[in-house]
Nanobody
């Protein structure tokens, strides 16, 4: 009933930039927060950045100062601007949201992922 669709992944050289977008659609009552997680081959999924509806942000230490998360609440869309990319940023990036649905239950949703590859 709720879909998250990521876009903007791709191949970039070390030091380059990419911008990921994630649009939520479907039966949306209220989005509490949205964010990005990533999973590199052989590793567990880890938090990259989150943002609340009120605009409070949280970043993993490894991306602070290089990545910026933002939202367009009117469009139910979250963005991740990634600058000064490093090979260790290579991963599948997953969009995540926590939403209060029409039955007033808090649920989590995940996108299918966008591959980001940083070449050295």
């Amino acid at each position: 009933q709720v879909q998250l669709v990521e876009s903007g992944g791709g191949l970039v050289q070390t030091g380059g930039s990419l911008r990921l977008s994630c649009a939520a659609s479907g039966r949306i009552f209220s989005i509490n927060d949205m964010g990005w997680y990533r999973q590199a081959p052989g590793n567990q999924r880890e938090l990259v950045a989150t943002i609340t509806r009120g605009g409070s942000t949280n970043y993993a230490d490894s991306v602070k100062g290089r990545f910026t998360i933002s939202t367009d609440n009117a469009k139910n869309t979250v963005y991740l601007q990634m600058n000064r990319l490093k090979p260790e940023d290579t991963a599948v990036y997953y969009c995540h949201s926590r939403q209060t649905d029409f039955d007033y239950v808090l649920r989590e949703y995940w996108g299918k992922g966008a591959l980001v590859t940083v070449s050295s």
